[in-house]
C-alpha cells in the first residue's frame, strides 16, 4: 500500500495548511490516507472505415463530407457492423493479456446532445467483446517497484460528432466526420494508487496499441481520450470505501497526473476538515490547477440501456480468436527484453523508440553490419529531435532507411563530420530524396585529413586569442570548447571534432 499523509483535525486548525499528494505531516496530528486511482480509455481503431456504416473514418477531412445514413440518425438506416473494427478489437484484448469473449452483444445508451445525431450511443456496457487481462508496471516503465493495474474490460463503441464553438455568437456547429468512428472503451480496475502510477499505465497502454497497429493514440488528436476515477480513503479502512469523484475529459498526460493530485488533494482537505466528499463528476482547470464541478450525482442522467434492437448478438469461434493471436507482433515487453540482450542496447533507448510506431523496423533494418549503439543514438537524439521540431511521426517522414544507412556509413568511413551528418539528416527530413552518396558529392564535402593544415590553424587561432589560451592553462578546461567551435566554423565543418580537440590539446600542453 502506498500511503498519502494528512492530518484530522478541525477546520480552525487546518486553516493555512496546504493539501498535496506528498508527505504531509501537522506538528500534533497525523494520520495515513490512501488514494484508489482507476481509468477509462476512450481509442479510436484504426479502421479505414465507421463502426456501423461504409463511410471514411477521416474525421479530420473536411467537415460532414464523411457522412453515411447512419452517422446522420436519418430515419430507417440500419447499421452493419464492420469486420476490420471487430478484429481491433480484439487484437487490443489479446495485446493485453485479456479474453475475446465468445458473444458479445450491443446496447444503447441513451442521451440527448446535439453531437449525438441518434441520440443513443451503441455501445457494448453488459456484453463486452473483452475481459479480464493487465498491464505489468515496472522499472522499464519508471517505477522503482513493480505495479499490476488489472483490466475490468473492453467495449466497442461509437464515437460522438465534434462540436465546434465560437464561430458564430450563440450558435454550436456540427462536423459528423467524427460521428460513428470507431472507438475501443478500456476501462481498468481500480488498482492505481498514485498519479505517476496512472500516467505510466496510460504511457505503456499507448505503446502497447500503437505497437499492435490497434491505434495511434495521439492525445493530441483525440484519438485518445481519458476519464479517472479517483477516491481517497483512510488507511486503515478498505480501499474501496471512498466516495469515487470522476473526472472528465483529460487530454494529455500532463493533465492526467495535474488532475489526479489535484482531486487527491482536494478530498484529503475535506476530510481532514471533517467534511464529507460527494459523488460529482469534476472536470480540471490546468491554469488554476484545480479540479471543478461539472454535475453532481443527483443531477447525473439516466441512461437506459437497452439491447441494440438492428444487432444480433456476436459469435466468435476460437479458430478466429487463435488467428488474431498468431497475427499478433512480438509485444513491446518482448522487444524490449530481446533487443537489450540481442543489440547491447539501453532499456530506456529501445523504450523510446517502442513508443514511435514503426520505429523498431527503421532501427532493425538500419543496423544491420552497423554498430547499433551508434544507430540507436542517432536515432533517439537526432532523429526524434528532428520529428519533435516538426511535429511528425517516423511514418510520416520523408527519411528512408536507405538515405539514414548511406549516412551512417558515410559517418564511420570517415568521409564527413557529423556537423555534415546532421545536415543531411535534416535535408533528407525536408524531402530531398537523393542518396547520402549523392548529396556528399553534391556539397563538395570532404574531411580535413591534413593533420599539419589543422596545426596551423590552431596555432594561429591561439596566437589570437591569448587570454582564453592563457585560462585554460590556468585550469578553466572549458575553455577548450571555444577553441573547438572556432575551428570548426573556420574549416566550415569539415574538421573532425576529435581531431580538433587532439591538436588543440596538443597544441596547448606544447606551450606550457
Known amino acids: 500500500m502506498r500511503l498519502l499523509w494528512s492530518v484530522r483535525e478541525s ?70 457492423l464492420n469486420p476490420e473494427c471487430v478484429s481491433l478489437a480484439a487484437r487490443a484484448i489479446l495485446c493485453l493479456n485479456g479474453q475475446v469473449q465468445p458473444r458479445s452483444a450491443f446496447d444503447r445508451k441513451h442521451y440527448f446532445y446535439s453531437d449525438q445525431p441518434l441520440g443513443y450511443q451503441i455501445t457494448q456496457q453488459r456484453h463486452p467483446i473483452g475481459r479480464g487481462g493487465f498491464i505489468e508496471l515496472g522499472q522499464a516503465d519508471g517505477l522503482d517497484y513493480t505495479k499490476r493495474v488489472r483490466i475490468h474490460q ?101 493533465t492526467i497526473r495535474g488532475a489526479i493530485e489535484a482531486e487527491v488533494s482536494r478530498q484529503l482537505e475535506l476530510l481532514s476538515n471533517g467534511q464529507r466528499v460527494k459523488q460529482e463528476t469534476r472536470g480540471y482547470d490546468a491554469h488554476s ?125 570517415n568521409s564527413i563530420t557529423s556537423t555534415q551528418a546532421k545536415t543531411l539528416l535534416i535535408e533528407f527530413m525536408d524531402g530531398d530524396k537523393r542518396a547520402a552518396e549523392e548529396l556528399i558529392q553534391a556539397h563538395g564535402w570532404k574531411v580535413m585529413s591534413d593533420t599539419r593544415q589543422l596545426q596551423n590553424l590552431v596555432t594561429q587561432l591561439l596566437n589570437e586569442h591569448p587570454r582564453e589560451a592563457a585560462e585554460y592553462k590556468a585550469g578553466h578546461k572549458r575553455r577548450l570548447n571555444f577553441f573547438v567551435a572556432k575551428i570548426m566554423a573556420a574549416t566550415k565543418g569539415q574538421a573532425r ?6 591538436v588543440l590539446k596538443e597544441c596547448l600542453e606544447a606551450k606550457q
Not at 160 to 168: F, N, P
Not at 232 to 251: I, Q
Not at 337 to 348: F, H, V
Open 154 to 254: 473492453l467495449q466497442l463503441e461509437q464515437d460522438t460528432a465534434k462540436s465546434i464553438h465560437g464561430v458564430y455568437p450563440g450558435y454550436i456547429l456540427t462536423d459528423l466526420n467524427r460521428a460513428g468512428v470507431a472507438l475501443v472503451e478500456i476501462v481498468s480496475e481500480p488498482d492505481m494508487e498514485t498519479a505517476p502510477e496512472a500516467v505510466h499505465f496510460v504511457r505503456k497502454m499507448q505503446s502497447l496499441l500503437r505497437h499492435t497497429g490497434v491505434s495511434s493514440c495521439n492525445m493530441e488528436d483525440g484519438s485518445l481520450r481519458c476519464d479517472v476515477n479517483v477516491s481517497v480513503y483512510r488507511g486503515s479502512e478498505d480501499r474501496l470505501s471512498g466516495t469515487r469523484c470522476e473526472l472528465k475529459n483529460l487530454n494529455s498526460l500532463k
Open 11 to 80: 477546520a480552525r486548525h487546518c486553516a493555512g495548511y496546504k493539501f498535496t499528494t506528498n508527505l504531509l505531516l501537522h506538528k500534533r496530528y497525523y494520520r495515513p490516507w490512501g488514494a484508489t486511482i482507476g481509468l477509462e480509455l476512450h481509442v479510436q481503431l484504426a479502421a479505414a472505415h465507421k463502426l456501423f456504416s461504409a463511410a471514411s473514418a477521416k474525421w479530420d477531412d473536411p467537415p460532414n463530407t464523411n457522412v453515411d445514413f447512419v452517422d446522420a440518425g436519418l430515419p430507417g438506416s440500419m447499421p452493419r
Open 289 to 413: 490547477g484545480k479540479t471543478v464541478l461539472a454535475r453532481s450525482k443527483e443531477a447525473a442522467p439516466d441512461y437506459r440501456y437497452m439491447p441494440e434492437p438492428d444487432l444480433p448478438a456476436l459469435h466468435i469461434s476460437e479458430d478466429w480468436i487463435e488467428q488474431i493471436r498468431s497475427s499478433l507482433p512480438e509485444l513491446p515487453e518482448a522487444t524490449l527484453s530481446r533487443m537489450t540482450r540481442q543489440y547491447g542496447l539501453l532499456p530506456e533507448d529501445v523504450a523510446t523508440m517502442l513508443g514511435e510506431p514503426g520505429c523498431i523496423s527503421f532501427f532493425e533494418h538500419a543496423a544491420r553490419g552497423r554498430d547499433p549503439k551508434r544507430v540507436a543514438a542517432w536515432i533517439t537524439s537526432e532523429i526524434f529531435g528532428q520529428l519533435s521540431y516538426r511535429a511528425q511521426r517516423l511514418s510520416d517522414s520523408t527519411l528512408t532507411v536507405q538515405q539514414f544507412a548511406g549516412l551512417l556509413d558515410a559517418l564511420a568511413s
Open 497 to 502: 571534432p576529435q581531431d580538433v580537440s587532439r
